[in-house]
């Protein structure tokens, strides 16, 4: 079975350039986060994706960052525009919704804004 | 913020040796689970435990749970090299379906 995929695995950009990320999760599993991970700490949700629905994007800083699920499988998580503080590792995971809240995480996506 | 608190925040052992890590939360649990994450890897779910249960084993891992603490201990036996890695705790709240709150990490050093 193959696990939760994301892509880019880096990315280096500039201050005030947009960036994009991309999730696809474990077949089956209805239920998709994004979370972001600062060097040395552990990771914070940012959004939580029931199907296509967004049901807690309560941490997400709605004024720079946006995701969207639209048919309820893969996701973007998009950044526009990227501040130095954005630099980070941005983590998706997927879950069935009988896992009792174990999730599966990707790789990552390693972004330093220059 | 993170509910989690983690302790030690580094840990340096001699392979074959055992670790144990602790963790310490705030607010009433639905279950507590381990993970551990490979430098520049994601994160690998290890071990659930329940707020009913006291102690879960799977391998060479045993996790403890006191609810009246709200404290969990992680403890890895006969520790290997490949066992290297940061290790974090994640709270499921009571009102807070499949949301996990990480705490800051244990980083994992065993010595060959």
């Known amino acids: 079975e193959a696990g939760v995929v994301q892509s880019p695995r880096y990315k280096i950009i500039e201050k005030k350039q947009p960036v994009a990320f991309w999730c696809n999760p474990i077949?089956?599993?209805?239920?998709l986060y994004w979370y972001r991970q600062n060097l040395g700490q552990g990771p914070e949700l940012l959004i939580r994706?029931?199907?296509?629905?967004?049901?807690?994007d309560s941490q997400l800083p709605k004024d720079r960052f946006s995701a969207e699920r639209l048919k309820g499988v893969d996701s973007t998580l998009k950044i526009q525009p990227a501040e130095l503080g954005d630099s980070a590792v941005y983590l998706c995971?997927?879950?069935?919704?009988?896992?009792?809240?174990?999730?599966?995480f990707g790789p990552g996506t390693r972004l330093l804004v220059l | 913020s993170q509910q989690g608190e983690e302790d030690p925040q580094a840990l340096s052992i001699q392979e074959g040796e055992n670790a144990t890590m602790n963790c310490s939360y705030k607010?009433?649990?639905?279950?507590l689970q381990w993970y551990r994450q490979n430098s520049g890897r994601g994160l690998v779910h290890l071990i659930l435990?329940?707020?009913?249960?006291r102690e879960k084993h799977s391998g060479r891992l045993r996790v403890t749970l006191d609810t009246s603490k709200k404290s969990s201990s992680l403890l890895i036996t006969a520790s290997r090299a490949a066992d290297t890695a940061s290790y974090f705790c994640?709270?499921?709240?009571?009102?807070?379906?499949?949301?996990?709150?990480f705490g800051q990490g244990t980083r994992l050093t065993i010595n060959p």
């Open positions: 994706y029931e199907n296509e629905e967004a049901v807690d």
């Open positions: 994640a709270t499921v709240h009571v009102q807070g379906a499949q949301k996990l709150v």
């Open positions: 995971a997927s879950s069935l919704p009988s896992s009792r809240g174990t999730q599966y």
């Open positions: 607010t009433s649990i639905n279950n």
């Open positions: 435990i329940r707020s009913n249960e």
């Open positions: 077949s089956g599993h209805n239920t």
